[in-house]
């Protein structure tokens, strides 16, 4: 599971597993997070594009059964709303393309999903995190933890079995 939270210069990401996917069950485990960077340049479409890159090399080297990412929300400032929405969009793409099936979740909802409750504080969902996959500290930085509360909330939510990622 590939859990995705994009942005115009930083996108984080995480994938998530089961220790016996066959199953349905099993113990969840993170396999890889990490953060996409964007190159530092005013020109949107070189940063869109670098996002596809990485996000279709991470799709194409996990082979995952989905991939997660927040919904669309309206933001007070309306270019940053647009401006992630076209970071958001690369990243649909990029699932398509490999077909890939999407689940769009609410922030709410995965705070709802990690913690037991929709108004959980990011160091909240953090810590549930780290928890939930029994990790000594939440993922670092912030934006890969984002993305690995995303691959939770499916697996958590979804209640089906997954194909074990391919790891190399």
């Not at 990490?34 to 080297?61: C, M, N, S």
């Not at 991939?67 to 793409?93: C, D, K, M, Y």
Request: aromatic share 2%.
């Amino acid at each position: 599971m590939l859990g995705v939270d994009p942005g115009s210069t930083v996108t984080g990401y995480g994938v998530v597993g089961r220790a016996d996917a066959g199953r349905g069950g099993g113990a969840l485990h993170l396999i890889e997070c990490g953060v996409v960077r964007a190159p530092k340049t005013p020109d949107l479409a070189r940063r869109l594009a670098a996002i596809h890159v990485e996000i279709t090399a991470l799709i194409a080297r996990h082979h995952p059964d989905a991939l997660a990412i927040e919904t669309v929300f309206v933001s007070h400032n309306p270019r940053s709303a647009l401006v992630l929405g076209q970071a958001r969009g690369v990243v649909v793409l990029a699932a398509a393309q490999a077909d890939v099936t999407l689940a769009e979740y609410a922030p709410a909802l995965v705070k709802q999903a990690v913690t037991g409750t929709g108004a959980a504080t990011k160091a909240q969902v953090q810590h549930m995190t780290a928890r939930l996959l029994r990790l000594a500290a939440p993922p670092r930085p912030s934006d890969a933890a984002d993305g690995v509360a995303l691959a939770l909330t499916h697996l958590l939510r979804s209640g089906r079995p997954l194909r074990r990622a391919v790891v190399g």
